[in-house]
């Protein structure tokens, strides 16, 4: 395929306005100029992912930057790598990014999930699950000793075990992404569900929060009053029951957080630099 007319010269790196202008030094995102190399070379190179359009997922290959995707309208240039820049705790790992990162996934992940750097290590994203799951298994762990007066030892291990879920879930949930996209034909390899479902799981906190209301107002005997009145009698089996349908709902802030991240990033498109677009 020939090589789409002025699609370089498309790329502007003047205007501050335009979506396409590199992001501030210190980020170590592409260039500018790397991202136009790798738009010539994906057009020029059928061998290479052809441009996707990050919104419905149609296929840019041959078209001009300045214009939009004949699908859904959204300006090509926006499905280019370059707006993907954040969060800064990729960059570098601060209790201020932690913290940013965090309340932008909680605040808004459409916005987060849209803007997440895809290449990169993983390793911040990993430290920030960990985080999570340490938060997690402590807070249980206060609130078992706490709101329970349970003892410390016992405590500490349902703490633990709680941070330990929290891990587990995590990556359960990131193969199910990797699964589910193979059969879809999405752009969500292993490497890249396991970074979305890592800035994810900070709705685990959420989720620890809701158990731990429910749990407060399961000992009150609010739900064995309830049962006694619009069911007639009271079950101990149903506590089981009740905690069944509790995780389940807890469960279901996290998994609305990592499938809004996959609906932003199914269609991605990675930045291919000077070295990797070699022959």
């Not at 329970?148 to 990131?174: C, F, N, Q, R």
């Amino acid at each position: 395929m020939s090589k789409p007319r002025a699609l370089n010269s498309d790329i502007t790196t003047a205007d501050p306005s335009n979506p396409t202008t590199p992001p501030p030094p210190g980020t170590d995102a592409p260039s500018a100029e790397d991202a136009a190399g790798w738009v010539a070379e994906e057009a020029e190179n059928p061998a290479r992912p052809a441009l996707l359009c990050e919104s419905c997922g149609y296929g840019l290959r041959g078209l001009r930057l300045a214009e939009v995707c004949p699908e859904c309208g959204l300006p090509i240039s926006d499905s280019l790598p370059l707006h993907r820049t954040g969060p800064a705790w990729q960059a570098r790992m601060t209790a201020g990014h932690w913290l940013e990162a965090a309340r932008g996934v909680l605040g808004g992940p459409k916005r987060f999930f849209r803007g997440m750097r895809l290449d990169g290590p993983n390793l911040p994203a990993r430290f920030f699950l960990l985080s999570i799951a340490l938060i997690v298994g402590v807070g249980w762990g206060v609130f078992t000793a706490v709101g329970h007066d349970k003892p410390i030892l016992l405590s500490w291990v349902v703490g633990m075990a709680a941070a330990k879920t929290v891990l587990i879930m995590t990556y359960i949930e990131s193969l199910g992404v990797t699964f589910f996209s193979r059969r879809r034909g999405w752009r969500v390899p292993f490497r890249l569900a396991e970074r979305l479902t890592c800035y994810a799981s900070v709705g685990w906190i959420l989720a620890a929060v809701v158990l731990a209301v429910l749990s407060l107002v399961e000992t009150s005997g609010v739900f064995e009053a309830w049962a006694r009145k619009f069911l007639g009698r009271w079950n101990p089996e149903y506590r089981l029951l009740l905690g069944v349908v509790a995780f389940g709902a807890a469960v279901m802030g996290f998994e609305l957080l990592v499938w809004t991240g996959v609906r932003q990033v199914r269609f991605s498109n990675v930045a291919v630099t000077k070295v990797d677009a070699r022959p």
